[in-house]
Every structure is written in structure tokens, then in C-alpha cells.
């Protein structure tokens, strides 16, 4: 099991930008493809971004040009940096590790943009 502890949420104003970042313990990082996934309130689960353990990335159409999602594998350290945020990307963002059979979850962090 690799534990997943996320920050970086919080409150910002449209055309803003937050840095979620995502800790993992353990010793195989490297290994694992990194996923950040969000919910807004009434619709499901999507998935944002993604990272392989080559560093190839994914994007959603929705963020593509404004997300960029990046490791650290000397820190264990997946981030996603948001920029010019919109509304619609209001949601809690949960940090993701797969590899194998493993497949865990961060406890979510809120992204709020309002103004």
C-alpha cells in the first residue's frame, strides 16, 4: 500500500492558479503512474491528468494548455500546476498511484474558483 498525502487547495479567483502537490510513501515512485482525478458536485469522477513512470502525460480537453502535471521522483512528489482557472474547475482533487495491482487514493483536496 503507498500512502498519498496531498496540499495545495484552496480558494482563488477566476483566472488564477493553484499548485496541488501529492507526497507518496515508500521507495517505489518511480515505478508508479501518477493520476490526479477531480468531482464537482453532481457529476462524476474524471480523470485530469496523468503522468507514466517515462513522464508521458495525458491531459483532459478541458485543462489541456492550462494543467501541467510533473513528478519528483527524488521527492516522491507528483504536482499539478493550474493555471488560468475557470469555475467549472471547482471540484476536490484526489491524487492517484497505480502499478500492478495497486491502486491507491489521496484523501481529495479542495479547488474552489469563485470570485
Known amino acids: 500500500q503507498v500512502q498519498l498525502v496531498e496540499s495545495g487547495g484552496g480558494l482563488v479567483q477566476p483566472g488564477g492558479s493553484l499548485r496541488l502537490s501529492c507526497v507518496a510513501s515508500?521507495?517505489?515512485?518511480?515505478?508508479?503512474?501518477m493520476n490526479w482525478f477531480r468531482q464537482a458536485p453532481g457529476k462524476e469522477r474524471e480523470l485530469v491528468a496523468a503522468?507514466?513512470?517515462?513522464?508521458?502525460?495525458y491531459y483532459a480537453d478541458s485543462v489541456k494548455g492550462r494543467f501541467t502535471i510533473s513528478r519528483d521522483n527524488a521527492k516522491s512528489t507528483v504536482s499539478l500546476q493550474m493555471n488560468s482557472l475557470k469555475p467549472e474547475d471547482t471540484a476536490v482533487y484526489y491524487c492517484?498511484?497505480?502499478?500492478?495491482?495497486?491502486?491507491?487514493w489521496g484523501q481529495g483536496t479542495q479547488v474552489t474558483v469563485s470570485s
Open positions: 492517484n498511484a497505480r502499478y500492478l495491482a495497486l491502486n491507491n
Open positions: 515508500g521507495s517505489i515512485f518511480s515505478m508508479l503512474a
Open positions: 503522468i507514466t513512470s517515462g513522464e508521458s502525460t
